[in-house]
């Protein structure tokens, strides 16, 4: 090969600042939920008491992180975006006695290469604060800035310079499941912490500070106080606490497998195996137990010499580890055989006490009941003799508001105002203010209502399923609701797989009211549906219900009841085309508000937009 030494020009050179961080981020931020990992893990090492994330569009717009944490100097503020610049470690033994979740210095810098961050923070104690914008690394604007004591992080627009990143992010709907699992992997071994998340301004988890199995219970639903059984032993090498999920309630899927080391959330094959087997023989076949189990070991006995996002660990001890693990499980499941109730509901009557809001406001709603009105059925009002199926109809629907109207069920209800800041919307005022009589139906779609303040629209749809779907998991756990008797049972025909599939779910859905029983080859006949169904043909609703099942099955993993749930609030909604009575739209409105979680439909869609009359006023200005 021809080769002229000296006529050639060094071709080596460094890379800027910017290229290089551009490339650390693409191994620390590879989609939406790695930043919400790395930020929220800033926060927790901040010694925050409350977290808030925020997400617009599963984080592909915007991914905001307040904190109340101790906040940064200027100095620090600006020091922060630098690469390996970190306030973690000082010398190269501190690595070994590492107990921060971060340490590299790596990720705020990644992240301000591929986005556009602002950070706003200021210290306790300090006067002022100091916000900064940065842009794809570059600082855009340094000011001193009057924001509360902690620290705010808003990244938007992730990838904006990096479009090949961007083009290969998933659909909204996984992108946002690997960002709940993220934030669930923070917020479950943290519950002396008050966490809260938002997407698309509606609130997903509100999590208030409490014990590890309250904090499970927010997260996974209050069924799971009955589902949990203490694990806790401790040796020199290892502290173990946590819960495993009764051997009933384990999943044929992968579901809840936990394991955190030292309040880090890890994978460990090698451990998952010392739990299932610790489960041999109490579990039915290909199922997996489920777990949440907190390990605490020296950290000069692990390898943290790991890669930032990678979550498998080794230890020192392993063996001593596994045995230890699987015994300790053994024990708390031998002890849950002998004695059933153990300690289990102890902390049940702690749950149902209402855990006292951050803001310190209580919310009770009220709901104005006329339980002779049956809004579902236009024949109330003509018909004089209440036919049997109007009778049980009544009866629900008493059964129902009497529910919401013992005082017991307090709560708040919150709203996310488009500008970050978070208000509380007192409703109960709001809406005995306004003339409900008043409501508009749009496009045979939405319910436009006034309240005080401005007005709101409501999906009647998503509503709908909302309401319905939370009175579908109160009936679980009340045992048997009632049904409407089909005057003419009908016969139901199937493919194996749903004939199978429908004996599997045959107990869960009488408890629900649906009365099938199996006739013969793939054939059921259908004696009666949940006395509030809508719908009138109960061979199509079942065959709906049983698609709806199967689909959130494949793409969400989610467990029976909560499937159901949402399958059968789904199939017997009212659904968006029907035109609806005045009664009919203030029901939904009274129904929805006096829901749990009324923002959202049971998948997650918006159920409301407010509309306050500022906004109108400015639109109409000159
Ligand atoms: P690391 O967490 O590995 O130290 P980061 O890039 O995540 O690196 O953060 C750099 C530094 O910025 C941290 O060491 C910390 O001093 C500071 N910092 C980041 N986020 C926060 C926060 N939310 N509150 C206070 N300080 C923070
Ligand atoms: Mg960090």
């Avoid at 080596?12 to 961080?21: E, G, K, M, R, W």
């Avoid at 620290?151 to 690997?178: C, G, M, Q, W, Y």
């Avoid at 003509?382 to 009544?394: G, V």
């Avoid at 989610?558 to 739209?585: D, F, H, P, W, Y």
Wanted: glycine residues 4%.
């Amino acid at each position: 090969m021809y080769f002229k030494e000296n006529s050639m020009p060094d071709i080596i050179q460094l890379l800027p600042d910017s290229v290089a961080n551009q490339i650390a981020a693409g191994e620390v931020v590879q989609r939406p939920a790695s930043a919400v990992k790395e930020l929220l893990e800033n926060a927790l090492d901040a010694g925050s008491s409350f977290i808030k994330l925020v997400v617009k569009d599963a984080g592909k717009t915007l991914i905001q992180i307040i904190d109340n944490g101790c906040g940064m100097s200027e100095t620090d503020a600006r020091m922060s975006f630098e690469r390996h610049a970190t306030s973690k470690i000082k010398k190269a033994e501190d690595l070994f006695a590492i107990r921060t979740m971060g340490f590299r210095g790596e990720a705020l810098a990644s992240i301000a290469a591929i986005a556009q961050v602002e950070l706003r923070t200021k210290r306790i104690g300090d006067e002022i604060g100091v916000k900064i914008d940065i842009e794809g690394s570059e600082i855009k604007s340094q000011e001193a800035f009057n924001c509360p004591e902690g620290t705010s992080i808003s990244v938007k627009n992730l990838f904006f310079n990096v479009p090949a990143r961007r083009n290969f992010l998933k659909s909204d709907t996984v992108e946002l499941r690997h960002i709940i699992e993220e934030f669930q992997r923070v917020a479950i071994p943290n519950p002396q912490i008050a966490f809260s998340f938002h997407h698309n301004n509606t609130e997903i988890f509100n999590l208030p500070i409490g014990n590890l199995k309250q904090r499970l219970m927010a997260v996974f639903g209050s069924s799971y106080n009955n589902r949990l059984i203490p694990v806790e032993e401790s040796t020199g090498i290892v502290i173990i606490k946590g819960y495993v999920v009764k051997p009933d309630f384990a999943k044929k899927t992968r579901g809840e497998q936990f394991f955190f080391l030292n309040k880090r959330f890890i994978k460990s094959a090698y451990l998952h195996h010392a739990v299932q087997s610790a489960f041999e023989q109490l579990l039915p076949a290909d199922s997996y137990a489920s777990y949440f189990l907190m390990l605490d070991v020296n950290p000069k006995s692990i390898d943290i010499n790991i890669h930032p996002t990678k979550t498998e660990v080794k230890f020192e001890d392993e063996k001593a580890i596994y045995a230890f693990l699987r015994s300790a499980i053994k024990k708390s499941l031998g002890q849950f055989n002998i004695a059933p109730s153990i300690d289990f509901n102890q902390e049940a009557h702690l749950y149902n006490m209402p855990v006292k809001p951050i803001d310190g406001v209580y919310k009770i709603p009220t709901i104005k009941v006329d339980p002779d009105y049956n809004p579902f059925n236009s024949s109330t009002a003509t018909s004089n003799q209440p036919t049997e199926r109007e009778l049980s109809n009544r009866a629900n629907w008493e059964k129902m508001y009497s529910r919401h109207s013992n005082n017991q069920l307090e709560f708040e209800i919150k709203k996310e105002e488009e500008n970050k800041e978070t208000v509380f919307t007192d409703w109960d005022n709001e809406l005995k203010e306004s003339n409900l009589k008043s409501s508009y139906q749009l496009h045979n779609k939405y319910i436009l209502s006034h309240i005080k303040t401005g007005f709101i629209i409501i999906d009647q749809q998503s509503a709908h399923e909302r309401i319905l779907y939370e009175r579908i998991l109160d009936n679980f756990e009340r045992n048997k609701a009632s049904s409407q008797q089909e005057l003419f049972p009908k016969t139901i025909e199937l493919s194996t797989t749903d004939f199978t599939l429908m004996k599997e779910l045959q107990s869960e859905l009488y408890l629900l009211g649906f009365e099938i029983n199996e006739f013969g080859k793939n054939t059921f006949v259908i004696h009666g549906v949940p006395a509030d169904t809508l719908e009138t043909d109960s061979v199509a609703l079942l065959e709906q219900l049983l698609e709806n099942y199967k689909l959130n099955l494949q793409e969400l993993k989610l467990e029976r009841r909560e499937n159901l749930a949402r399958s059968i609030a789904r199939s017997t909604s009212i659904k968006s085309g029907k035109v609806l009575t005045q009664e009919e739209m203030n029901l939904i409105i009274d129904e929805l508000f006096a829901c749990r979680m009324p923002y959202s439909s049971p998948n997650g869609k918006p159920t409301i937009t407010t509309f306050s009359s500022e906004e109108l006023d400015k639109r109409f200005k000159k």
